[in-house]
């Protein structure tokens, strides 16, 4: 069984993996200074509940898009599973993919791992968005190829923006404003609601259309990130939702790195 983690800048994720079915799937916060014995202490006990235990991982892949908690989780492997760990992006798991770009060492792992899975599933033109600490878009061309992509602020941390600064702007929760979908709010919840989550719907809409636009041809949308589901409910925007398309991208490098 493999043991995926995607450690982004927000949570890191741990799935076991067989094949490419996700078995079982935990995240914890995102913290450099977490040693690799606490790692263990918390993984092991989550991994008894599914009645598994460090023999049953025969591997470990990574992609992490903050290096300094690389060590730790390298340390949770070697010590606690036995297994060195195959690292997204370095040999023997090269992306293995064109990265048509200026600079491609500047690409997260995350991106660059989504951007396989995608491809795989759907071998087209495409534009991934993934919704996390930041929320990305990517563009890949039918060969595959990563051909560039924008960086916007997640919701969240845009929210986080608004309240920090303004003292008397109080923090609200991230979901679509209730009642008659008015975009003209009566309250300040109400039109915070409406700023944030209409303001963010209207900027995924936009920005997919001006990307269509300079693709020049058909481009599906495929989302993820945990908050994919919600928009989904309220655009037409997205063509697929993929909640687990980075573990299924380790798993993907993973099985090549095999062969």
Known sequence: MLLAIDAGNTNVVFALVEGREIKARWRIATDPRRTGDEYAVWLHNLMALEGKGPADIEAVIIATVVPRALHNLEVLSTKYFDCDPLIAGHDPVSWGIQLDIPEPGSLGADRAVNAIAAHALYPEDLIV??????????VVDYSGAYKGGIIAPGINLSLDALVNAAAKLPRIAIEAPEGNMSVIGTTTESQMHIGVFWGY????????ERTRAEIGRPAKVVSTGGLATLFDEHTRVFDAIEPDLTIQGLAMLYERSKS
């Open 129 to 138: 968005i993934d919704f996390g600490t930041a929320t990305t878009f990517d």
């Open 201 to 208: 719907v209207a900027m995924i809409e936009g920005l997919v």
